[in-house]
């Protein structure tokens, strides 16, 4: 199938990642940076030129639209879903993609910092794509194509449905949301005005991807409080809150439970960061697990450990707060199989073999799932992200592409 647009997929990958749009952890505004918006906008512009004419901005940088039905059918509504923002990681400011045609397998020496080099010897999925298209950032830059490859795709799809009336298919609906990286991408959607019944996201990886399973996640702060004193005469009175924070960071395992000791399916506690001052000091911790169990497990026991340490110190106090960040979209999913079930049928259709695996990670659908629309999420071929060696293969953008009108075709045919 070919797609015939103005832009192909790769094109429009290729102008989004030169929108800066960077989001902010730090911002307690909405969107998080307003730059944002740059991106939302040029998106609604793009629509509207389509002929979806009630394509919108919000005030919070969400994009809707409505790709209007064909088919005569009853069918679910349909949405999909991808992020504008790229992460904090990594700076997103005066990306320089890189188109690089017909790879042969040699590394590639990112031009802007020669020091930045992509082999196939770190980069194994890198191999699939010798005599293939890629394109990469400079070497000063991430590329963003987490997520504006699935902006690109779920545009291509758009023109393509628009400009071939003949393939039938139900209301399509789409959504494009700021914040995704700082975990606020679903604060301001208004379910009500997208009025989909499922929906899935455009943020995974290699070609055949499907992800109905994510991490579940808390957040965790530990505040310690101090008994502070005059430097000068501090002795046998000063208890350095920051001390203390320092010794329950020293009591971690070394050597499990963390992001650089675990993989597959094993969760972690993860500190993110550490702030305070000698009479009150406080760290940040992210918790994951496939289970909720599983939370409340490592949260205990990361309780235990900051108690021991604090039961050295008295008259000094601690603060141990949750707060509930996502949960494993899973267990939504299993109530509604027909939503996976018809991406595979999809994804078989265009001659992929499925690949399920959990994501340790969460996206946009983990949230929507339990804000009642079930969402799971789909490839892209993105790769590498969050770092000056993101890259993605043309090939595999063109094929989500593809699945994509085959996965709205099922939905209607099924309905």
Known sequence: MAI????????????????????????????????????????VEELQAMGITDAEMDAYGYVYATIPATSSKQAPVVCFCSHVDTAPDCSGTDVKPLLHKNYDGSDIVLPDDPAQIISTAKYEYLKKHIGKDI???????????????????????AAYLIQHPEVKHGDIKLLFTPDEEVGKGTDKVDLQKLGAAVAYTLDGGELGTLEDETFSADGVKIIVHGISAHPGYAKGVMVNALKIAGEILTALPKNEWSPETTDKRQGFVHPVSMSGIAEKATIDFIVRDFTVEGLAQHQARLKTIAETVMANYAGCTMEFIVKEQYRNMKQVLDEHPSIVAHAEEAYKRCGLTVVKEPIRGGTDGSRLSYMGLPCPNLFTGM?????????????????????????????????
């Open 4 to 43: 015939e647009n103005k832009y192909g997929t790769a094109e429009r990958l290729m102008r989004y990642v030169q929108v800066d749009t960077q989001s902010d952890p730090e911002s307690t505004t909405s969107p998080t940076t307003e730059k944002q918006k740059d991106l939302s906008v040029l998106l």
């Open 135 to 157: 394109i990469t950032a400079s070497g000063n830059t991430l590329l963003g194509a987490d997520d504006k490859a699935g902006v690109a795709i779920i545009m291509s799809m």
């Open 383 to 415: 790769q590498a992200i969050h770092s000056k060696h993101e890259w993605i293969g043309v090939d595999d953008m063109e094929q989500s592409t593809n699945m994509l009108v085959e996965l709205v075709k099922v939905w209607e045919e099924k309905s």
